[in-house]
């Protein structure tokens, strides 16, 4: 009978951790993913960062829309933080993170939103 009741409250207490793991979280008033939906691009950079101004560039000629915020702003800083991030460029699409100048993850998640850059 004991066995019965322990094996009904882990069930019970799994369903629920599984109903709670598909909660939408809430997010930091200044991650960039509360503004980016599942289609917006934000990208972190800074005037400075090499890999930053390859990317820009590679997005101005692909047409890309995005939003910049420069780390070097208070805007940009609190971005940063509220990511966790430590390095430029980081890119959010929609509310995927892509940390670095990474190819190819910035081909699999723009290709389904037009931009076939990679």
Known sequence: MRLLLL????????????????????LHPDDPRSATGK?????????????????????????????????????GARAMQALGARGVPVTVIGQTVIRGYDTAALAEHLEPLGYPLY
């Open 7 to 26: 094996l009904a409250a882990l069930a019970l207490a799994g369903g629920w951790m599984h109903l709670r793991a598909e909660a939408p979280q809430s």
């Open 39 to 75: 289609t917006g691009i934000v990208m972190l950079a800074a005037e400075w960062c090499g890999y930053c101004r390859r990317q820009q560039a590679e997005f101005a000629a692909g047409k890309v829309r995005y939003r910049v915020l420069d780390i070097d702003t208070p805007d």
